[in-house]
């Protein structure tokens, strides 16, 4: 019989309950290369803007004098390039993904300094 | 002679996964011909190329396309590669192989969803989509991404697959044959189905090859055409032949894909059985000087790589030709007096992808 | 891989070379361009995985007659060409006539700005 092809599996299907994840209740499981976002360690930072230069979506910005780093989440694609080429590896790949949001979000890290040398003080 | 209409068709259509736009002459129910109209996607990526430096253009010339995504960076970095003179180790030779030929699993998986989507099958369509998830998953675990992956590299792969990672995309795939084979049986023996498919759409032999049909299209029609037999990458130590229907007709293209799938997990597991040990990268110093022709096989067809480069970081020219464009004339041929009802599964039939097409 | 081969021709010469390649059974893989100074083109074409590529360099305001009667196929490349590039190309069927793509910047590109 070559009508009703379909018939088992649909059957199969009724018993098993749903195959997808009701998410934002429940989340799926990401594993340990996912690509999610990008993360800094600010503190080991030397911010020598390598990660500025080979970004391909200009999304990163950093500035030496303020001593921060920052990172324009829409833009970025989640590349990992910047991971790669960071020589302090300070530029690491998270799991979990950015949350949603509206509009232009840019991440600001300031690294944190003293400003007076200790034989100032 | 009956009245002259003329139906738009698309950009937007519930068919339609990407927007390309179709002017449908009509006399009564039979379209006389169609008038292309594309450009909703063009984003101007060979152009970038002259912003962008080349190893950065690696991650851009992935993202033309969001399905065949790591065949264009393969064969980007192929191109650039042999330009270059670089030989990449073998390893990294067949991870790239097993993740096209995945590539090629989750592409007919989901043209099979779109085609159940297009003529009115929702629940094979969801089935479609349910196994393609599985192959989705395999790529998050192996590369870190869903559809981009980003571990293709000039001189090689950026990942490793582990031994019992390996292990477990075997059981992977012996579940997913399982019931590929459950579905594929409804694609091939419903009757349903068969009414909708069955002589739509015919392609001769002689008719494909003047129209410049390529991959599933022609091969379909008869035509023994596939760039992996010429055995780049890892496919010339591989043990597979083309497949070739003889019909030409919508049914025979969903045969020869769903035959492809079998083959291409297939692939995946000789990959497995003959895959060496050793380094995944070479180190490629320099810039690149000279150009190159590359063609691969996607899963839509044959594609051209040409690069062209200049001695500095700045590539001159890259030029991707892609298998939706060179199959346009073969479906506005096919278009020619065929009903309006057909006209959805038809423009399925060549897989289009039109983020391809226009880059 | 199969080999490659490029041969220089002039524009003239075109359509009596592209000719020859129909008769020996080539089909035609691609057309693309290429804008330094003055206009590259490289028509592609295939017989048994071996490429053949003819290659003709023009300046931008030179005419060009289409191969379309030869490889009817061709007329999208053509009018691509046409239209992003700004090539003069005679005798395109059919020839859209710079309305093929839809995009919302000016064309042609090759122009430089």
Known sequence: MSILRMTKTLIKNLFHGPFTVSYPIEKKETFDRTRGSIGISIDDCIFCGMCERRCPTNAIHTDKARTSWSIERLKCIQCGYCTEVCPKKCLMMENHYTEPSFGNVRDVHVKCTNTQSPSES | ?359 | MAGETLKEISASDLLTETLKLKNEGYRLVAISSTYKEEMELTYSFDLNYELVNLRLHIDTEAELDSISIIYPYSFLYENEIKELFGIKINGITPDYNNSLYKIPVKAPFGVQE
């Open chain 2, 1 to 359: 002679m009956g009245n002259r209409t003329i139906v738009p068709f698309g950009p937007q259509h519930p068919v339609l996964p990407e927007p390309i736009h179709l002017d449908l002459v009509l006399e009564d129910e039979t379209v006389v011909e169609a008038i292309p109209r594309i450009g909703y996607v063009h984003r101007g990526l060979e152009k970038l190329v002259e912003k962008r430096d080349f190893q950065q253009y690696t991650f851009v010339a992935e993202r033309i396309c969001g399905i065949c995504s790591f065949m264009h960076g393969m064969g980007y970095c192929m191109s650039v590669e042999s330009i270059m003179g670089a030989e990449i180790p073998e390893r990294a030779k067949f991870l790239r192989t097993i993740w096209a030929e995945f590539s090629r699993l989750h592409s007919h998986l989901m043209w099979l969803g779109l085609l159940a989507d297009a003529f009115g099958f929702e629940s094979l369509f969801m089935q479609s989509w349910k196994l393609r998830e599985q192959v989705l998953d395999v790529f998050e675990e192996t590369t870190g991404g869903r559809v981009i992956f980003s571990v293709c590299d000039i001189g090689g792969v950026r990942k490793d697959i582990n031994k019992e990672t390996l292990h477990k995309i075997l059981e992977v795939l012996d579940r997913m044959e399982k019931e590929l084979k459950e579905i594929a049986a409804v694609f091939i023996n419903d009757s349903t189905v068969k009414l909708r498919t069955r002589g739509v759409g015919k392609l001769s032999k002689q008719a494909a090859f003047d129209l410049g049909a390529l991959g599933p299209m022609a091969r379909a029609s008869g035509i023994e055409m596939d760039m992996r037999t010429q055995g780049y990458a890892a496919y010339g130590k591989l043990d597979f032949k083309p497949i070739i229907d003889e019909e030409g007709d919508c049914y025979a293209r969903t045969r020869v894909r769903i035959g492809e799938m079998f083959q291409a997990m297939d692939l995946i597991r000789q990959c497995i059985r003959l895959m060496p040990e050793g380094d995944i990268k070479v180190k490629v110093t320099g810039s690149p000087k000279g150009e190159y022709f590359t063609r691969l096989e996607q899963p839509r067809g044959e594609v051209l790589y040409y690069v062209k480069a200049n001695g500095t970081k700045f590539l001159d020219r890259v030029r991707v030709r892609t298998p939706t464009f060179a199959n346009v004339p073969a479906l506005l041929e096919t278009l020619k007096n065929c009903s309006l009802a057909d006209v959805p599964i038809l423009i399925l039939t060549i897989d289009p992808c039109i983020s391809c097409t226009e880059r």
